[in-house]
């Protein structure tokens, strides 16, 4: 039986919304999971104020409430991603197969990843 790491483990984008700008605050969370290593990977972005529009967008767009099975969809070896979008006072979870990464869920990923790796350093 595989194991999913749930995206809102307390680790990665919990808003602790003690003044106004905690509750403006905007977190995104991926964390990949599985493929033939099984290695885990972690992503997270918190953006600037003036990028909240564009990421608002991004977040949005994602279909959240809609229902799939992550566990059947899953295949040997396949990865699973765990998304977890704080947006402002709101939390979002989802747990999305690597064949359902598509479309919204694609651009936020990417999104993620990509603004990630430019806020790290090599050593």
Same mark, same amino acid.
């Given at each position: 039986m595989r194991e999913y790491e749930t995206p809102g483990d307390g680790s990665d984008a919990v /808003? @602790? /919304?003690?003044d106004d700008a905690d509750r403006s605050r905007i977190v995104v969370a991926v964390v990949r999971t599985?493929?033939?290593a099984g290695l885990? $990977? %972690?992503? $997270?972005?918190? +953006? @600037? +104020? /003036?990028q909240a529009p564009q990421w608002v967008?991004?977040?949005e767009?994602?279909?959240? @409430?809609?229902?799939? @099975? /992550?566990t059947t969809d899953a295949g040997a070896d396949r990865f699973v991603w765990s998304i977890h979008a704080v947006l402002r006072e709101q939390q %979002?979870?989802?747990?999305?197969?690597d064949t359902?990464?598509?479309?919204?869920?694609r651009d936020l990923v990417d999104a993620v990843r990509e603004a990630d790796a430019d806020h790290r350093t090599e050593p």
């Open positions: /808003a @602790d /919304a003690t599985g493929g033939l885990r $990977r %972690r992503w $997270r972005v918190e +953006p @600037d +104020p /003036a967008t991004l977040v767009r994602c279909p959240w @409430d809609e229902q799939t @099975d /992550a %979002r979870e989802r747990v999305v197969p359902q990464l598509q479309g919204a869920w």
